[in-house]
């Protein structure tokens, strides 16, 4: 990392005209994949990212740069020339440096880097092999390893200078299962920010197995009818609908521009009072934790809605100017190449009081979406449609056959206002997640919860009743 009196130099340059905040991003990154097919691996990457990103306000103004090229000379031009979209005169200057000590909440047992590529590929190979015996009808077996090492220094001119270390580790399984014309996958892909220790409490055989048993239950499922009826969606990855449809609604990247549903309702009912929602990036060793911010500041839990009143958007610090509040440390981007903004960490909906059982006996025909898939949102009003990845019927307050095919249509703040139920089983899963600041890795998660009504839509377009 670069020595902390080029830091201030640069930052001193930065604001001699007229600036009132800057602030040094630099990275190293680390990274390895590697792909398999059929037990066969495909292609395998490793590399080193490095480079720093220099930011400037001015007042509401944000003005960012970026380079690999960290000598003194450069360092000093590209701060001089980002200085020169401001035309003022200097107000403050940089206060010295002072490194901040913490505790790392989130440690590392066995650096992946410390391991050879065989040993990976042989998790990778137990993945395969486990998705492969599970039945004859899985034809098709891709498997992806992933792990990154990503240092961190921050530094400002209030002086404050942070470092971090985070690192990810994550398996990836997809399984394709044929017979004669039907073809459907099934997918599992847990992450941790963890070292290889991850794979102690997540073992390849069984990511495999999850992947194959989805695919194969898929394979054979009737194609889903179509309507309007009540709908169970389960833990983990269900969670994906508050993210897409709500969380991002309650970004002040949205928020600021009154480009959210949520502009203005602080204090506000916005959801059904069993519903709590939460956004905690300090949660140990989860994937989308940090013991900073890309601003540098503490993470924190943040209730964004308790008992369905909202208590609390997603702050980055430009922004909470622009709104007069506080930063909620919800600061990140994907490396130096993007300027931070206000993102989500691990967000989920809080357990609840009622069990499954509760939840479905009264439905007479319904859904229970076991597993989410991908969507699509359009942020500023919420509306969103999203995929389900494994689903089945439910008749007279039980689960009948499973169905493919399924799509959930709604809206955000409608979708939150229709919750009236919610479980005591809460799980989180992992996933990627791109905005402006480029792709993070987040957690998405919540106990099985159900919508009173939702608009389901099914492949074969027939009436829910039939």
């Given at each position: ?15 001699k ?38 930011r ?20 000093m ?8 979209a ?75 200078y ?28 847990p ?15 069984e ?50 521009k ?34 900073i ?22 702050i ?16 990140r ?89 919610v ?5 989180r ?10 792709s ?22 027939g009436?829910?009743?039939?």
């Amino acid at each position: 990392m670069l020595e902390k009196s080029l830091l201030e130099k640069v930052l001193q340059e930065a604001l001699k005209t007229g600036g009132d905040f800057a602030e040094i991003f630099e990275e190293t990154n680390y990274n390895t994949s590697y792909s398999m097919l059929n037990g066969v691996v495909e292609s395998a990457n490793s590399g080193i990212r490095y480079g720093i990103g220099l930011r400037i306000y001015h007042d509401v103004e944000s003005f960012y740069a970026y380079t690999n090229d960290t000598s003194e000379e450069n360092l000093m031009k590209t701060a001089s020339n980002l200085a020169g979209a401001i035309h003022g005169e200097r107000i403050i200057d940089v206060k010295p440096l002072e490194e901040v000590e913490y505790e790392n909440a989130h440690p590392i047992k066995v650096y992946p880097k410390s391991v050879n590529a065989e040993t990976k590929i042989a998790l990778m190979k137990e993945a395969n092999d486990a998705a492969m015996a599970y039945d004859s009808v899985i034809k098709k077996v891709m498997v992806t390893y992933l792990d990154k090492e990503q240092h961190v220094a921050i530094s400002n001119s209030q002086g404050r200078y942070i470092k971090d270390c985070r690192v990810h580790t994550r398996m990836a399984v997809n399984a394709i299962a044929e017979d004669g014309e039907l073809v459907e996958t099934g997918s599992c892909a847990p992450g941790g920010h963890e070292g290889m220790e991850f794979y102690e409490t997540h073992q390849p055989k069984e990511i495999g197995t999850e992947a194959a048993r989805i695919a194969k239950t898929m394979l054979y499922a009737d194609d889903c009818p179509s309507g309007v009826m009540p709908v169970i969606i389960d833990n983990g990855f269900g969670g994906v609908i508050f993210h897409e449809a709500c969380g991002h609604s309650l970004e002040a990247a949205a928020v600021a521009k009154n480009q959210s549903v949520f502009c203005g309702k602080l204090g506000q009912k916005i959801a059904s009072d069993c519903v709590t929602a939460i956004d905690d990036g300090t949660i140990p060793n989860a994937w989308g934790s940090a013991n900073i911010d890309d601003e540098g500041n503490f993470t924190k839990r943040n209730v964004l809605i308790e008992n369905g009143i909202l208590k609390s958007y997603l702050i980055d610090t430009l922004n909470g100017r622009r709104m007069h509040m506080a930063s909620t440390s919800s600061s990140r981007r994907e490396s130096y190449k993007y300027e931070t903004v206000s993102r989500m960490t691990n967000t989920f909906i809080a357990p609840g009081e009622d069990s499954f059982e509760d939840m479905i006996k009264d439905i007479k025909f319904g859904l229970y979406a076991k597993n989410m898939g991908g969507g699509s949102v359009e942020s500023s009003t919420g509306d969103y449609n999203f995929s389900v990845r494994e689903g089945y019927l439910i008749k007279d307050g039980k689960i009948d056959k499973p169905v493919k095919g399924a799509t959930l249509i709604g809206n955000g703040a409608d979708t939150l206002l229709k919750i009236d139920k919610v479980g005591k089983n809460l799980e989180r899963a992992q996933g990627m997640c791109g905005a402006s600041s480029g792709s993070i890795p987040t957690d998405v998660g919540q106990p099985a919860i159900r919508v009173s009504s939702m608009i389901v839509g099914g492949k074969d377009g027939g009436n829910a009743h039939e």
